[in-house]
């Protein structure tokens, strides 16, 4: 079992809309979260990272961790053709960064 | 405030070569992290230094190896290269390598053996 799970996509949406990009865990233990975004050919760029359970906002991005089920989740309103990314989910835990192999969303204009 | 600096950013070798990437991470940072990324498994956690210590690995050969100098800057050297190794090279920076900030990556290596 992988540390960290997600669904590969691609992921569309029409532009406007929201999208929910979604992580589990394998470890209960682990301690913090992050969410990178790469686009083709570059290298991931953090959007942010949540520690406790519950949402954390910046901007149009929202962070849901529910630490008992095991998830992590991002939220995007107002989806723009530019967040056409892949979407990496992080998990710190003991002393290690394990990344999931990534989401690829879709924004359609 | 520079970023985290890779080089080269393109390397093709050939099989059986040995190649030597650098890193220089942001300025006070002193945790130096290297991933192997490939389309079919993601990132891939290579391994960590801090304070010029190995602190953490990863699950790779013994031919993956890497060090770090007294001002941070790291390298990771793989010899005898195989077609499979054939990746982006990525490392990242952060303060002291706790879950409790951020990660900067740097820009990549492409790495291609053929």
């Known amino acids: 079992q992988k540390e960290v799970e997600q669904n590969s996509g691609p992921l569309s949406v029409p532009e406007g809309a929201i999208a929910s990009l979604n992580c589990t865990y394998s470890?209960?233990?682990?301690?913090?979260f992050f969410w990178y975004r790469q686009y083709s050919g570059k290298s991931p760029e953090l959007i942010m990272f949540i520690y406790s359970n519950g949402d954390k906002e910046d901007g149009r991005f929202t962070a849901q961790l529910n630490k008992a089920s095991q998830y992590v989740s991002l939220l995007i309103r107002d989806s723009q053709p530019s967040d056409s990314a892949t979407y990496l989910c992080?998990?710190?835990?003991?002393?290690?960064?394990?990344f999931g192999s990534g989401t690829k969303l879709n924004v359609k204009p | 405030k520079a970023g985290v600096t890779q080089t080269p950013r393109y390397l093709i070798k050939t099989r059986g070569q040995q190649v030597t990437l650098s890193c220089s991470p942001i300025?006070?940072?002193?945790?130096v992290s290297w991933y192997q990324q490939t389309p079919g498994q993601g990132l891939q956690f290579l391994f960590e230094y801090f304070s010029e210590t190995q602190r953490n690995k990863g699950n790779f050969p013994g031919r993956f190896s890497g060090r770090q100098f007294s001002n941070s800057r790291s390298e990771m050297n793989v010899s005898t290269l195989e077609l499979g190794d054939s990746a982006l090279y990525l490392c990242?920076?952060?303060?002291?390598?706790?879950?409790?900030?951020?990660?900067?990556f740097g820009q990549g290596t492409r790495l291609t053996v053929v």
């Open positions: 992080a998990v710190y835990n003991f002393n290690k960064f394990y």
């Open positions: 470890d209960r233990g682990s301690q913090s």
């Open positions: 300025s006070g940072h002193r945790s």
């Open positions: 990242a920076s952060s303060p002291d390598g706790q879950g409790n900030t951020e990660a900067f």
